[in-house]
């Protein structure tokens, strides 16, 4: 809480040049950040943390509509700091948030990442650490789930000359979840497990306005976890990927145009750990499509419009020995709208929209999102 305290102080008094990325413009985008040269994306590609040197960026939280309780998620904040002269020494960034779910689950993450210019490379490395709590008392029952969470990750991009460039990263994922439920059976589980990911991007540069960027993005599951459904320890294997491809194109100054589309699968496997009478394997099958518009136009020196809209088409089944059931699908559109106030040397961007797409890996996090929720989040930025 100091630490965020801290940072919105800072955001407010000092003063500086603005730039043009934040969570918040991402959102209001429609979610292209990964189709964008975006600050708010380097602690996802940790090698383009170079570009992003000398800024504070304050995340006041997600407000969520009526149907999701009310709550507010998300909160914390960045702080990048260049290492000597331009930062010739590298980049350095921490960053914390609250990865609030709802009060019943709260959790909270911190992550760093360094990433130095060595001629038209630019490594990166990266940590995260991230623990959850959820807890249910209702008698005669007691839930105490516990999930601790580890990242350590490395990237490279490369420029290529001519406004071309490369991203990649890598990393390694070890979680701990320990489970304590006391009714009139009490039992408790501890388990570790580790997961490896990898993803790509490219950006292509097609005139002087243009960039085409392809994206992919793999996880692979090898996973001990609790099946909520079936109260018991199970062994989970599959894979989580998407591919895209999308642009951006800028027509004139201060005008953006973001397009993408994009496919996801989700494919788990999970068996007991050993015979138990509550226990059955069962296969997870989730698949989504989805393409993606925003746009963005500064109306005056101090004010810049933004929206987008978001159409999936989703579908999700769970296959067991006996029979195969579709548990969720339908094809949604969302739109977000955003508007930024760039009053220097605070600039403030918010966004609105109606839910968020569902992404693959959602349903493996436990995160089910609800189609009725709507949220208004906003980002302060200052950048020296």
């Not at 008094?13 to 990964?34: F, Q, W």
């Not at 149907?67 to 904040?77: I, M, P, S, Y």
Request: charged fraction near 20%; charge should be negative; aromatic fraction near 10%.
């Amino acid at each position: 809480m100091i630490v965020r305290i801290a940072m919105l102080c800072c955001a407010v008094i000092l003063a500086g040049t603005v730039t043009h990325a934040t969570t918040s413009r991402v959102e209001a985008l429609g979610k292209t950040g990964d189709y964008l040269e975006d600050d708010s994306n380097a602690m996802r590609w940790w090698g383009s943390l170079v570009l992003y040197p000398d800024r504070v960026i304050v995340e006041p939280g997600r407000y969520h509509g009526a149907n999701a309780r009310d709550t507010v998620t998300h909160q914390g904040g960045s702080l990048n700091v260049g290492l000597g002269a331009s930062s010739r020494y590298g980049v350095l960034a921490v960053a914390v948030s609250d990865a609030l779910h709802e009060p019943a689950r709260p959790g909270e993450s911190f992550a760093a990442a360094y990433a130095v210019r060595l001629g038209r490379f630019a490594p990166g490395v990266f940590f995260r650490g991230t623990s959850h709590q959820e807890l249910h008392f209702e008698l005669p029952l007691y839930h105490n789930h516990n999930l601790w969470q580890h990242d350590v990750g490395a990237g490279l991009r490369v420029d290529l000359g001519r406004g071309h460039d490369v991203e990649v990263g890598a990393y390694w994922r070890e979680t701990q979840f320990s489970y304590e439920r006391r009714d009139l059976d009490t039992w408790a589980e501890d388990i570790r497990w580790g997961t490896w990911g990898i993803r790509s991007r490219a950006r292509l540069r097609l005139g002087e306005r243009f960039d085409l960027i392809p994206v992919v993005d793999y996880l692979s599951i090898d996973a001990g976890a609790l099946d909520r459904n079936q109260e018991a320890s199970v062994l989970r294997d599959g894979e989580v990927w998407r591919i895209g491809v999308g642009g951006n194109l800028t027509p004139r100054s201060g005008q953006v145009v973001v397009f993408a589309a994009e496919y996801g699968r989700e494919i788990v496997h999970s068996t007991p750990y050993e015979d138990h009478w509550r226990t059955d394997p069962i296969d997870l099958n989730h698949w989504n499509a989805t393409v993606r518009l925003g746009f963005e136009s500064e109306i005056l020196r101090w004010l810049t419009v933004r929206g987008a809209a978001t159409y999936q088409r989703y579908r999700t089944t769970v296959k067991r020995s006996y029979k195969e059931t579709t548990i969720r699908q339908g094809a949604p559109t969302h739109a977000h709208l955003g508007v930024a106030f760039v009053f220097r040397p605070l600039t403030i961007d918010l966004a609105y929209g109606h839910t968020t797409p569902l992404e693959p890996g959602q349903l493996q996090a436990d995160l089910y999102p609800d189609d009725s929720t709507t949220f208004l989040t906003g980002t302060l930025r200052y950048v020296w």
